[in-house]
């Protein structure tokens, strides 16, 4: 190897690894700030010092390290007393959606409401993930009404089929024909649930909704509708 051909390959491997060390080190600032500074900066951007500020990554990168510390008393005692509505909203669609904990599904019970804003959303929907039928109520009460993408809405829409929630047939019908596929896609796999004796298979989204609307107009006129949607 000649002399040019060895200063090449040197600077590239010290290019590489300073790179390497510039990720390690945001990540490395990150895990060490103390948990409520990490809470004020997901309240308020612009807290968060300017090189990580505009990362892409850096709001999901704090997420993801309040999840892993699985403080789950702190977290709840903040999202009590705070009064920063954007704050409360990432902390609970940002890291208390993501941990699987009954303190948390205890808390959120008391949070339920029919604020059809991105808090209460995440909220609902987190209940509904455990099948809360409350949380299946308000859900289908303000159906497609919150301020979450198609694909977000896709995933409650699944929930009403996995618990076989019948009350929100009449609406799963109407996104038969959604522009979002997720949501269309969601919403047929759910009513098939729902009434697990219907075809598998569609000749189009037309087809699926007629088939659906004259099932939901049949059971309404057999079954007047119950206080409790939720096969058990």
Not at 65 to 71: A, D, K, M, N, V
Not at 137 to 153: A, E, F, G, K, T
Not at 201 to 219: I, L, S
Request: contains cysteine; proline residues 3%.
């Amino acid at each position: 190897m000649n002399t040019t051909r060895l200063c090449v390959t040197i600077a590239l491997f010290l290019c590489c690894v300073g790179v390497a060390y510039a990720a390690d080190d945001w990540q490395a600032r990150i895990h060490a700030q103390k948990s409520p500074a990490l809470i004020e900066w997901l309240g308020d951007w612009d807290r968060v010092p300017n090189d990580l500020r505009d990362r892409d990554d850096a709001q999901y990168a704090i997420c993801h390290e309040l999840q892993t510390r699985g403080e789950v008393d702190f977290l709840l005692a903040t999202l009590a007393t705070s009064t920063n509505s954007y704050g409360r909203s990432v902390l609970v669609s940002g890291v208390l959606y993501g941990i699987d904990d009954k303190r948390i599904q205890k808390a959120f019970l008391s949070r339920l409401s029919e604020e059809e804003d991105e808090e209460s959303y995440y909220v609902a929907n987190y209940l509904a993930k455990r099948g809360v039928t409350e949380a299946l109520d308000v859900l289908n009460r303000h159906y497609y009404q919150y301020p979450v993408s198609s694909v977000q809405w896709s995933v409650t829409a699944s929930l009403f089929g996995k618990y076989k929630y019948r009350g929100a047939a009449s609406n799963l019908v109407e996104s038969l024909d959604a522009a979002s596929l997720n949501l269309a896609g969601a919403a047929c796999d759910s009513l098939q649930k729902i009434f697990p004796d219907s075809p598998r298979h569609f000749n189009g989204p037309t087809a699926a909704r007629v088939y659906f609307a004259k099932r939901v107009d049949e059971e309404s006129n057999v079954h007047p509708r119950s206080h409790s949607n939720v096969e058990r």
